[in-house]
Protein backbone atom coordinates (compact mmCIF):
# COMPACT_ATOMS: atom_id res chain seq x y z
CA UNK A 1 0.00 0.00 0.00
CA UNK A 2 1.41 4.16 -0.04
CA UNK A 3 -0.72 5.79 2.98
CA UNK A 4 2.90 7.77 3.71
CA UNK A 5 4.86 10.15 1.54
CA UNK A 6 7.46 12.64 0.77
CA UNK A 7 7.10 15.90 -1.10
CA UNK A 8 10.10 18.60 -1.15
CA UNK A 9 12.42 19.91 -2.94
CA UNK A 10 13.07 17.28 -6.01
CA UNK A 11 9.59 16.48 -6.31
CA UNK A 12 8.48 20.28 -6.76
CA UNK A 13 11.45 20.84 -9.19
CA UNK A 14 10.01 18.26 -11.42
CA UNK A 15 6.48 19.41 -10.83
CA UNK A 16 8.05 23.56 -11.98
CA UNK A 17 9.94 21.81 -14.58
CA UNK A 18 7.14 19.90 -15.75
CA UNK A 19 5.38 22.92 -16.21
CA UNK A 20 8.28 24.98 -18.03
CA UNK A 21 8.29 21.79 -20.76
CA UNK A 22 4.55 21.95 -21.38
CA UNK A 23 3.83 25.26 -22.71
CA UNK A 24 0.33 23.89 -23.37
CA UNK A 25 -0.27 23.27 -19.27
CA UNK A 26 -2.07 25.40 -17.00
CA UNK A 27 -1.60 25.37 -13.34
CA UNK A 28 -4.20 25.58 -11.47
CA UNK A 29 -4.21 26.69 -7.44
CA UNK A 30 -0.89 27.22 -5.75
CA UNK A 31 0.89 24.94 -3.40
CA UNK A 32 4.43 25.83 -0.91
CA UNK A 33 3.92 23.24 1.18
CA UNK A 34 7.22 20.98 1.77
CA UNK A 35 5.98 17.75 3.59
CA UNK A 36 9.09 15.46 4.76
CA UNK A 37 6.82 13.16 5.76
CA UNK A 38 2.85 13.60 5.27
CA UNK A 39 0.05 10.93 5.88
CA UNK A 40 -2.38 9.96 3.72
CA UNK A 41 -5.23 10.51 6.33
CA UNK A 42 -4.52 13.92 7.11
CA UNK A 43 -5.55 14.36 2.73
CA UNK A 44 -2.77 17.09 2.21
CA UNK A 45 -3.38 18.89 -0.44
CA UNK A 46 -0.69 17.83 -3.68
CA UNK A 47 -0.03 19.26 -7.62
CA UNK A 48 -0.98 16.19 -9.95
CA UNK A 49 -0.09 16.09 -12.97
CA UNK A 50 -2.90 16.02 -15.87
CA UNK A 51 -3.39 16.26 -19.69
CA UNK A 52 -4.14 20.06 -19.65
CA UNK A 53 -2.92 21.22 -16.51
CA UNK A 54 -1.56 20.63 -13.06
CA UNK A 55 -3.78 20.87 -10.40
CA UNK A 56 -3.46 20.98 -6.50
CA UNK A 57 -5.39 18.16 -5.31
CA UNK A 58 -6.49 16.30 -2.31
CA UNK A 59 -5.29 12.63 -1.28
CA UNK A 60 -9.02 10.73 -0.66
CA UNK A 61 -10.68 10.13 -4.09
CA UNK A 62 -14.60 11.17 -3.76
CA UNK A 63 -16.69 9.52 -6.40
CA UNK A 64 -19.34 11.96 -7.67
CA UNK A 65 -21.87 9.27 -6.63
CA UNK A 66 -21.17 10.86 -3.20
CA UNK A 67 -24.25 12.81 -1.92
CA UNK A 68 -23.47 14.22 1.21
CA UNK A 69 -20.32 16.06 2.51
CA UNK A 70 -20.14 13.51 6.03
CA UNK A 71 -20.22 10.39 3.55
CA UNK A 72 -17.04 12.39 1.22
CA UNK A 73 -15.07 12.37 4.55
CA UNK A 74 -15.35 9.31 5.84
CA UNK A 75 -15.28 7.39 2.02
CA UNK A 76 -11.74 9.60 1.32
CA UNK A 77 -10.14 7.90 3.91
CA UNK A 78 -10.95 4.68 1.93
CA UNK A 79 -9.93 5.83 -1.03
CA UNK A 80 -6.21 6.83 -0.39
CA UNK A 81 -4.99 3.97 -2.90
CA UNK A 82 -6.65 1.80 -5.35
CA UNK A 83 -5.99 -1.59 -6.07
CA UNK A 84 -4.51 -1.83 -9.69
CA UNK A 85 -6.58 -5.60 -10.02
CA UNK A 86 -9.69 -4.48 -9.09
CA UNK A 87 -9.81 -1.02 -10.22
CA UNK A 88 -12.17 -1.76 -12.94
CA UNK A 89 -14.70 -3.21 -10.38
CA UNK A 90 -14.49 -1.03 -7.49
CA UNK A 91 -17.81 1.57 -8.03
CA UNK A 92 -15.40 4.46 -6.41
CA UNK A 93 -12.61 4.16 -9.54
CA UNK A 94 -14.13 2.39 -12.03
CA UNK A 95 -14.60 5.96 -14.40
CA UNK A 96 -11.83 7.74 -12.93
CA UNK A 97 -9.32 4.99 -14.40
CA UNK A 98 -11.27 4.90 -18.00
CA UNK A 99 -10.16 8.83 -18.41
CA UNK A 100 -9.02 10.69 -15.17
CA UNK A 101 -5.58 9.74 -15.09
CA UNK A 102 -2.84 11.69 -13.33
CA UNK A 103 0.67 11.61 -12.12
CA UNK A 104 1.94 12.61 -8.58
CA UNK A 105 5.57 13.33 -8.60
CA UNK A 106 7.53 12.49 -5.06
CA UNK A 107 10.88 12.08 -3.33
CA UNK A 108 10.07 9.15 -1.97
CA UNK A 109 7.35 7.10 0.26
CA UNK A 110 7.86 5.13 3.31
CA UNK A 111 6.43 1.33 4.31
CA UNK A 112 6.71 -0.60 6.89
CA UNK A 113 8.36 -3.92 7.62
CA UNK A 114 7.15 -6.71 10.11
CA UNK A 115 10.18 -7.94 12.08
CA UNK A 116 8.29 -10.10 15.18
CA UNK A 117 6.80 -7.77 17.40
CA UNK A 118 7.84 -4.76 15.91
CA UNK A 119 7.46 -2.73 12.78
CA UNK A 120 10.35 -1.32 10.82
CA UNK A 121 9.68 1.96 8.75
CA UNK A 122 12.01 2.35 5.93
CA UNK A 123 12.22 5.19 3.16
CA UNK A 124 12.27 4.19 -0.08
CA UNK A 125 13.36 6.62 -2.67
CA UNK A 126 14.97 6.21 -6.71
CA UNK A 127 18.37 5.08 -6.65
CA UNK A 128 19.28 7.68 -9.25
CA UNK A 129 18.34 10.34 -6.80
CA UNK A 130 15.34 11.82 -8.81
CA UNK A 131 11.91 11.43 -8.64
CA UNK A 132 8.83 8.94 -8.25
CA UNK A 133 5.97 9.34 -10.93
CA UNK A 134 3.04 7.81 -9.25
CA UNK A 135 0.33 6.48 -11.28
CA UNK A 136 -2.80 8.08 -10.03
CA UNK A 137 -6.59 8.92 -10.52
CA UNK A 138 -9.00 11.69 -9.73
CA UNK A 139 -12.16 12.72 -9.67
CA UNK A 140 -13.77 16.43 -9.13
CA UNK A 141 -16.38 16.33 -6.70
CA UNK A 142 -19.14 18.92 -5.90
CA UNK A 143 -20.87 19.28 -2.64
CA UNK A 144 -24.35 20.10 -3.64
CA UNK A 145 -25.04 21.94 -0.27
CA UNK A 146 -22.04 24.60 -0.26
CA UNK A 147 -21.09 24.32 -4.03
CA UNK A 148 -17.47 23.55 -2.80
CA UNK A 149 -15.21 21.91 -5.38
CA UNK A 150 -12.93 19.17 -4.28
CA UNK A 151 -10.30 18.06 -6.71
CA UNK A 152 -9.27 14.13 -5.10
CA UNK A 153 -6.93 11.76 -6.08
CA UNK A 154 -6.26 7.93 -5.59
CA UNK A 155 -2.18 6.25 -5.80
CA UNK A 156 -3.01 3.10 -7.74
CA UNK A 157 -1.04 0.53 -6.31
CA UNK A 158 0.54 -3.20 -8.15
CA UNK A 159 1.92 -6.33 -6.80
CA UNK A 160 5.34 -5.47 -4.35
CA UNK A 161 8.60 -6.29 -6.50
CA UNK A 162 11.12 -8.06 -4.81
CA UNK A 163 12.54 -5.68 -2.73
CA UNK A 164 9.45 -4.63 -1.71
CA UNK A 165 8.21 -7.57 -0.90
CA UNK A 166 10.97 -8.24 1.70
CA UNK A 167 10.25 -4.65 3.28
CA UNK A 168 6.03 -4.59 2.79
CA UNK A 169 5.96 -8.27 4.17
CA UNK A 170 2.39 -8.44 5.03
CA UNK A 171 0.61 -7.20 2.54
CA UNK A 172 3.28 -7.19 -0.05
CA UNK A 173 2.28 -4.27 -2.65
CA UNK A 174 3.28 -1.15 -3.49
CA UNK A 175 2.26 2.27 -5.22
CA UNK A 176 2.26 2.33 -9.20
CA UNK A 177 5.35 3.62 -10.32
CA UNK A 178 5.73 5.15 -14.34
CA UNK A 179 8.75 5.71 -16.14
CA UNK A 180 9.28 9.34 -17.06
CA UNK A 181 8.91 8.57 -20.53
CA UNK A 182 5.38 7.54 -19.92
CA UNK A 183 3.85 10.06 -18.22
CA UNK A 184 2.13 11.20 -21.24
CA UNK A 185 0.68 8.50 -22.34
CA UNK A 186 -0.52 7.95 -18.82
CA UNK A 187 -2.51 11.15 -18.66
CA UNK A 188 -3.73 10.83 -22.41
CA UNK A 189 -7.57 9.97 -21.96
CA UNK A 190 -7.82 8.15 -25.49
CA UNK A 191 -4.94 5.85 -24.27
CA UNK A 192 -6.28 2.07 -24.70
CA UNK A 193 -7.73 0.40 -21.61
CA UNK A 194 -5.28 -2.63 -22.64
CA UNK A 195 -2.23 0.00 -22.85
CA UNK A 196 -3.07 1.22 -19.43
CA UNK A 197 -3.64 -2.37 -18.06
CA UNK A 198 -0.29 -3.35 -19.26
CA UNK A 199 1.60 -0.43 -17.31
CA UNK A 200 -0.37 -1.32 -14.44
CA UNK A 201 2.97 -3.43 -13.12
CA UNK A 202 5.64 -3.22 -10.13
CA UNK A 203 8.44 -1.04 -10.81
CA UNK A 204 12.15 -2.35 -11.62
CA UNK A 205 13.59 -3.17 -7.85
CA UNK A 206 16.81 -1.95 -8.86
CA UNK A 207 15.83 1.46 -9.52
CA UNK A 208 14.22 1.78 -6.00
CA UNK A 209 16.56 2.07 -2.82
CA UNK A 210 16.05 1.86 0.98
CA UNK A 211 16.75 2.28 4.33
CA UNK A 212 15.42 1.84 7.90
CA UNK A 213 14.43 4.98 9.73
CA UNK A 214 13.16 6.32 13.52
CA UNK A 215 10.40 4.60 14.53
CA UNK A 216 8.69 7.69 15.36
CA UNK A 217 7.61 7.67 11.56
CA UNK A 218 5.26 5.66 12.65
CA UNK A 219 3.69 7.90 15.76
CA UNK A 220 0.83 10.03 14.65
CA UNK A 221 1.50 11.55 17.74
CA UNK A 222 4.80 13.30 17.09
CA UNK A 223 6.12 16.12 14.55
CA UNK A 224 7.06 13.95 11.62
CA UNK A 225 7.06 16.86 9.59
CA UNK A 226 10.89 17.62 9.45
CA UNK A 227 13.94 16.77 7.59
CA UNK A 228 15.76 14.40 10.41
CA UNK A 229 12.58 12.21 9.85
CA UNK A 230 14.47 10.45 6.95
CA UNK A 231 18.25 9.83 8.66
CA UNK A 232 19.34 6.29 8.30
CA UNK A 233 19.11 4.42 11.59
CA UNK A 234 19.96 0.49 11.76
CA UNK A 235 17.49 -1.92 12.52
CA UNK A 236 19.87 -2.90 15.27
CA UNK A 237 19.58 0.36 17.01
CA UNK A 238 15.91 0.29 17.18
Not at 42 to 66: A, C, N
Not at 150 to 178: G, Q, V
Not at 200 to 222: C, E, H, V, W
Request: hydrophobic residues 35%; aromatic residues 10%; contains cysteine.
Amino acid sequence: MCFTVSFEGKAIKAVKEHLINNKNLKMNGEFSDVYYLVSGFSHPRLPVIKKHSIDISEWGLIPSFVTDEEKANELANMTLNARSDTIHEKPSFRNSIKSNRCVLPLDGFYEWQQAGKIKLPYYIYPTDETVFYLGCIYNTWVNKNTGEIRDTFSIITTEANPLMEIIHNTKKRMPLILPKYALETWVDPSTSINEINNMMKPYPDDLMSAYTITQNAGNARFNRNIPEIKQRIEPSLF
